[in-house]
């Protein structure tokens, strides 16, 4: 299988198999990008939140595609779109994926990022109500 991950550990889909299965999970992630300065010279961060789109078979495993803006600071935001690595198993059927990359420019910078998506899929619900 021909490896389509660049250097940040994301995902190049170019190569991908049409004919992929959409499986039906996904995963929730937070984290911050990293500190630069705007075009007025402050120096500032933004927080990332949010669910990735469902999973998409490749090869032995899956990724998931992150497409999210992030939030707002000094009038201005960022966005980020990208296809996060493959499953990382913690144990069993738990997994987490991993997703580094850059921002889109605005304001006269972008921002590095590196995010770990979390282990729960916030979109399967407990078969039974053990509270």
């Known amino acids: ?5 660049n250097n940040y550990g994301s995902y190049n889909d170019q190569n991908q198999n049409q004919n992929s299965k959409r499986e039906t999970h996904n995963h929730e992630f937070q984290s911050s990008v990293d500190y630069v300065k705007d075009d007025e ?13 469902p999973s998409i078979r490749y090869g ?8 999210v803006f992030i939030d707002t600071s000094a009038h201005h935001y960022h966005e980020i779109s990208e296809t996060t690595g493959p499953a990382l198993y913690l144990n069993g059927r738990k997994h987490v994926h991993l997703l580094r990359g850059t921002t889109t420019y605005d ?6 990022y590196y995010l770990i998506t979390q282990v729960e899929d916030p979109t ?6 053990n509270y």
């Open 60 to 67: 032995q495993s899956h990724v998931h595609k992150v497409n």
């Open 41 to 53: 010279g402050i120096e500032h961060s933004h927080h990332i939140a949010g669910i990735t789109g």
């Open 124 to 129: 399967s619900m407990p078969k039974e109500n």
């Open 107 to 112: 304001d006269g910078h972008e921002h590095n």
């Open 1 to 5: 299988m021909e490896n389509n991950y």
